[in-house]
């Protein structure tokens, strides 16, 4: 195969950091590699697709998505996040929240225009921007600052390229949160730099102790953030691609154009399960999200315990330890625990520069497979790591 088939931007991408690790799982390894809810979409959801396919709902919606659906939506984020949006104008329904941060990247982006990406960072973000032409900006958070973005750390990368800052908050890897005293002074460097905000909130309704807050709900904020949310993690429904993108009516329109030119609309019973789980899965969710609760608690405690430092997250799924006092590279650390102790996480290095010396784990899981892993971890720990094996 010639060489000048592939976009040179396209052969530049590297695969994948956390599919690597997620591809080389047995049935003799606990994964918890995968951010992927371990529960199942509640049973009246999938009852109401169910009786949707039944009456025929197999077609096309509109390209922004059924009616009923963003009007959900807006009703949804207005009594939760205090974010109010016309459903006509100013959101539209996409294929997973992925599709949502292409689309906003793809929009946005002239060549050369930087994007400020705060680091660890969900791995996309990256390759998505340098596909658009996008020049990344990685600005580090640390442990110390329990991974929040400073506004005196994002204004020492600021130029005058800057035209992009994606926020993902709370955060994959870290679950960092991000409360409003935080948010204020980089709504003001946004501002004062006339910067788009591409605000990804798909781990919004998992925030542990204090209620998330939007940027886009600031003074000032509205009209250049795009919220990028949808149903895949609070609401257990990954398989069924439904994501939705909200903002002012210029940016979504010209969003709304690609989506219709590529994607066309987001799958009609996924759209239907989303309705059904705004309308009567609430409840559901609120469960889920205590039994994440505990499982984060006593996965913070138990990692503590067997000698990797953790801080605490406030959101998400996941929990980022340091493994840096055991003098293995974050791949090193995570390729030994996948050997010799049958456990997968991540390491840190594939989310950014920041996440060097930490690994991901993910309390999706459930409690007993958690417990499973920090045995296994346990037994890791008391060898003489420093050694090749």
């Known amino acids: 195969m010639s060489k000048d088939w592939i976009n ?45 396919l039944n009456q025929g709902a197999m077609g096309y919606t509109p390209n922004a998505g059924l009616v009923e659906l963003r009007e959900e939506i807006a009703c949804y984020l207005h009594a939760r996040f205090q974010l109010s949006y016309d459903p006509a104008t100013e959101m539209f329904v996409t294929v997973g929240s992925s599709e949502a941060v292409d689309l906003a990247l793809r929009t946005i982006l002239k060549q050369g225009d930087e994007v400020l990406v705060p680091t660890p960072s969900y791995i996309a973000y990256t390759p998505l921007a340098q596909l658009h ?30 035209k992009v800052l994606i926020l993902n908050y709370p955060n994959n890897p870290t679950g960092a949160l991000m409360t409003r005293e935080d948010l204020v002074p980089i709504a003001e460097l946004a ?108 996965l913070v405690s138990a990692l503590q315990d067997v000698g990797l430092p953790c801080h605490e997250p406030e959101g998400a799924f996941y929990v980022f330890p340091s493994i840096a006092h055991t003098g293995l590279s974050s ?32 309390y999706a899981a459930g409690l007993p497979q958690l417990q499973e892993a920090l045995q296994r971890i346990e037994k890791l720990m008391r060898l003489p790591l420093r050694q090749s094996s």
């Not at 996008?134 to 600021?158: D, I, N, P």
């Not at 940016?251 to 309705?275: E, F, R, S």
């Open 8 to 52: 040179p931007l396209v052969r530049e991408i590297p695969p994948s950091g956390i599919r690597a690790f997620v591809g080389a799982v047995d049935k003799d390894v606990v994964s918890l590699a995968v951010g992927e809810p371990d529960f199942v979409t509640p049973r009246p959801v999938v009852e109401a697709c169910i009786t949707a």
């Open 133 to 162: 032409g996008g020049k990344v900006v990685e600005v580090q958070t640390s442990a110390r600052e329990q991974f929040k973005l400073r506004a005196w750390e994002l204004r020492r990368h600021l130029t005058p390229r800057s």
């Open 191 to 298: 501002i004062a730099h006339d910067l788009i905000v591409i605000s990804d909130e798909i781990y919004a309704e998992l925030s542990y102790g204090q209620r998330h807050t939007s940027i886009a709900s600031l003074p000032g904020m509205k009209e250049r953030t795009l919220v990028i949310s949808g149903f895949s993690k609070a609401f257990a429904m990954t398989g069924w691609r439904v994501g939705y993108v909200c903002g002012n009516n210029e940016l979504i329109a010209a969003m709304l154009k690609i989506h219709q030119y590529t994607a066309m609309c987001a799958p009609v019973l996924g759209q239907v399960a989303a309705i059904a789980s705004l309308r009567s899965g609430l409840s559901d969710m609120h469960l889920m999200i205590e039994s994440y609760n505990q499982r984060r608690q006593w």
């Open 331 to 362: 791949e090193e650390f995570a390729l030994r625990l996948l050997k010799e102790a049958g456990v997968a996480a991540v390491p840190g290095h594939v989310f950014g520069a920041g996440g060097e010396g930490h690994i991901r784990c993910s």
